[in-house]
Every structure is written in structure tokens, then in C-alpha cells.
């Protein structure tokens, strides 16, 4: 068995490339804490990270990689495979797509108490709550949630651009100078915010650029009909809501405001039953949901979005419809707030509030009509540089991680 999956592992780690990592989810796996884990939806780019962490930290046979829905090891123990390993002299085990296993919780709990000098690593879905389990694993697991693609890296990647990541307010404060030194310094940056915005999310659009559309839709579809079933105990019968879900957000063109009552009632489910679905999709990293700015902040979101473009050009395509530029801003501005762990809600003044600032996305034409009062005040347009006072380049978000 273990023979096998070291061979196995051996023609992985080989066609891992080592040339762009993510240092901080890197900085996450080197760590000296003995049991961390990566969350994401799938596309991500979770694998590779383990595999570059044994490919750049170990010898081949101090450290075991393999994948729970491996067909070889169908029926195995997770434990017994780490069992012969240790007995192996092995010092890191690394456990991909987790949340497949039946009894993950039990057994990681048990490799955790039984081996105290093994590292052990794991993946798994978004939706994987190592927090609501029952054998106390929150206070033994490091976990970082992998986003997508931020466009600083996306840049390192296909340009071999190095950009340094900004704080919010880096950008508030020197956004002319740094949109103007960016964009003159790499005439095809804009060019190449535009081609993120439709493929530049998830890693795998380094394979092949064609296919990237049809590679992502697979995956949604995994994610809609096997991942959240599987992992929400689910009636298979309740997918087709989902699937209604998305197509009210496609065909709705602008984000679509939320009637919860009235949607409840025409999906025939309960209210609460609709905003447990919705809170699922968000978990998934299906859609993004933004709750209103008031003073007593609602429990139900006001607004939902695809959580990155990709997704909303991927359904469009799907659905035969065209995209609206005006909500693919939004989407992108949202996801690069939300990814960069801040909070954002959507506002009647303006579009949307993020921390004590006030935010209205349009394109180059647009004016300070709608905010000439709010004090902290910004047009975020969708141009390559501008050089006016609180006026933003929507790209230069694409920096905060």
C-alpha cells in the first residue's frame, strides 16, 4: 500500500511546478503546528500547495501524500495508511480532499492523539466547518481558507509581474500615483484585468485557456450536485432549487436584490429553509451575498452576486445570456473586499460601505452625483489610471491580497 502511494507521489511531486507559490497559505503549512488544514472550492489550487510543501521541504520518503478519493485506496483507513507510514519512519502525512472520507472527523482526531511527533496536513471543500464537529478538532487545527486568484497574483503568473500587496488604505491614499506608475510601467496591465475578470480566478487557466470555461462549469456542477448534497445531507431532489437560485441571479442582470418571502414562496420552500440554502451557495463559493449598512444590520442578505466573475461569465455563457459590465464590476469589487477578509455591505447611498468609506463602482463616465455629500467618498471606475482625488481604478483592488 505504501509502496504504491510513494510511487504515486513520486510522479506528482515531478510535474509540480515550484516557480509561483502562494506565500501565504505556504507560510500556513510550514508552520510548526502539527495539524493545519486548507479549506476551498474546488479549482483553487489546494493540491498543488501540498504538493509543492513536500516537494520543497522533504525527501521523498519523509513525507506521504495522497488523495481520499484515490480508487486504490477505495475502503481504506485513513489511520491504518498513516499507522504503516509512521512505522515507515515517515515524518509529514498529507491528506487531499478530505470531506470524501465518511468518518474524517473521528479518525483525524485519533491520528492527531496517536502519532505526537507527525505533521499532518489535509485539504477540503469550503463548506468542511471543522468548527461544528464533534471531536474537539478546533482548538488542535490550524485552518486557512484558500480564495481564488487575486489579480496581483494572477499578474506573477502569466506576466511574471511582481506587485507587492496593498492594505486598503494604501490604496485610498495613493491610488494616483500607483495606478499611474502600474499602468505606464506594463502597457498590457488593463488588457489583462479584462482577461482576469473572465479566466484569471483559478490556476488550472495556465493549462489551457479554451477549455478554462468548460473546466470551471464542470466543476460548479460537482460542487451543486455531489459537494453540497454530500456535505449538507441534502435531498438530491432539493438540487433543482439551486439550480433556480443561479438562474435568478443570471437573468436578473443587475445584482439581484433579495425578496426572501416572495423567492421562499416561488421556489415552494420555507423561508428559513431559503436562507439556509443561500447561506450554503455562499459557503460554496457559488455566490456572494451582501447584507444592507444600517444601524441594526439584517440576519438576511439584501443583495446576491456570483462570487467572482468568472462564475457569472461561465453561467452566462451557459445560459445564453449576455453579462452586465455594471454587475461584473460589483462582483469583482465585492470579491476582492471579501477575499481580503473585510467586511462590505450594500448601501442606498452609493453601492456599497467598507469600514467607515462609502464606495460607487461605474465605468470612466461616471460622476460624483450620487456621493457629493458622503463624507470618505469614492468612485471606483473601471479605467486603467486616473489621476483625480477619490477616484480609484477598480483593478487597483486587485491588489488587497
Same mark, same amino acid.
Given at each position: ?12 511531486? +515531478? ?18 503546528? !502539527? ?5 476551498? +472550492? ?24 495522497? #488523495? ?32 470524501? $472520507? ?6 483525524? &482526531? ?29 482548538? !488542535? ?10 489579480? !496581483?497574483? $494572477? ?25 499611474? &506608475? ?8 488593463? @488588457? ?24 470551471? /462549469?464542470?466543476?460548479?456542477? @460537482? ?20 439550480? @433556480? ?49 444600517? *444601524? ?10 456570483? +462570487? ?20 461584473? !464590476?460589483?462582483?469583482?469589487?465585492? #470579491? ?9 455591505? $450594500? ?18 463616465? *461616471? ?10 467618498? /469614492? ?21 488587497? $491580497?
Amino acid at each position: 500500500m505504501i509502496d504504491f502511494i510513494l510511487n504515486k507521489q513520486a510522479r506528482l511531486l +515531478a510535474a509540480t511546478p515550484l516557480e509561483f507559490q502562494r506565500e501565504l497559505y505556504t507560510n500556513k503549512l510550514i508552520s510548526k503546528n !502539527r495539524l493545519v488544514g486548507l479549506v476551498g +472550492a474546488r479549482g483553487v489550487g489546494k493540491t498543488t500547495l501540498l504538493l509543492q510543501y513536500i516537494k520543497s521541504n522533504y525527501d521523498l520518503q519523509e513525507a506521504l501524500y495522497f #488523495s481520499v478519493d484515490d480508487v486504490y485506496l477505495s475502503g481504506s483507513s485513513i489511520y491504518e495508511i498513516v499507522d504503516e507510514f509512521v512505522k515507515y519512519g515517515g515524518k509529514v502525512v498529507v491528506i487531499d480532499e478530505i470531506h470524501k $472520507y465518511q468518518n474524517w472527523a473521528a479518525e483525524l &482526531k485519533s491520528i492527531y492523539d496517536s502519532f505526537p511527533n507527525l505533521l499532518v496536513r489535509f485539504s477540503g471543500s469550503s463548506m468542511l466547518n471543522i468548527l461544528e464537529q464533534k471531536h474537539d478538532l478546533s482548538r !488542535r487545527a490550524v485552518i486557512a481558507k484558500v480564495e481564488i486568484l487575486s489579480f !496581483r497574483e $494572477y499578474l506573477e503568473i502569466k506576466e511574471a509581474i511582481s506587485l507587492k500587496s496593498l492594505s486598503l488604505e494604501e490604496v485610498l491614499d495613493n491610488h494616483n500615483k500607483l495606478s499611474t &506608475k502600474y499602468a505606464l510601467a506594463y502597457p498590457n496591465l488593463y @488588457k489583462e484585468f479584462k482577461n482576469y475578470l473572465q479566466f484569471g480566478a483559478y490556476p488550472f487557466f495556465l493549462e489551457d485557456e479554451d477549455e478554462f470555461k468548460n473546466k470551471l /462549469f464542470n466543476a460548479l456542477e @460537482k460542487i451543486l450536485r455531489e459537494d453540497i448534497p454530500t456535505l449538507n445531507k441534502i435531498n438530491y431532489e432539493h438540487i433543482s432549487i439551486f439550480q @433556480k437560485i443561479i438562474s435568478k441571479l443570471i437573468f436578473s442582470k443587475l445584482p439581484y436584490k433579495l425578496n426572501a418571502t416572495a423567492l421562499a414562496k416561488e421556489l415552494n420552500i420555507s423561508y428559513a429553509t431559503l436562507l439556509y440554502y443561500l447561506d450554503i451557495l455562499d459557503r460554496a463559493n457559488v455566490i456572494s451575498s451582501v447584507k444592507k449598512f444600517s *444601524k441594526n444590520i439584517s440576519k438576511k442578505p439584501d443583495k446576491l452576486l456570483f +462570487a467572482n466573475t468568472n462564475i457569472l461569465s461561465v453561467f452566462a455563457d451557459e445560459f445564453k445570456t449576455e453579462t452586465n459590465i455594471g454587475t461584473m !464590476r460589483e462582483i469583482f469589487f465585492t #470579491s476582492c473586499i471579501k477575499n481580503s477578509g473585510m467586511q462590505i455591505y $450594500y448601501s442606498d447611498i452609493g453601492d456599497f460601505v467598507v469600514k467607515d468609506y462609502t464606495f460607487e463602482i461605474g465605468g470612466k463616465n *461616471k460622476t460624483f452625483k450620487q456621493i457629493k455629500d458622503v463624507k470618505n467618498g /469614492f468612485l471606483v471606475i473601471d479605467t486603467d489610471y486616473i489621476s483625480t482625488t477619490n477616484k480609484i481604478p477598480l483593478w487597483l483592488f486587485g491588489l488587497l $491580497y
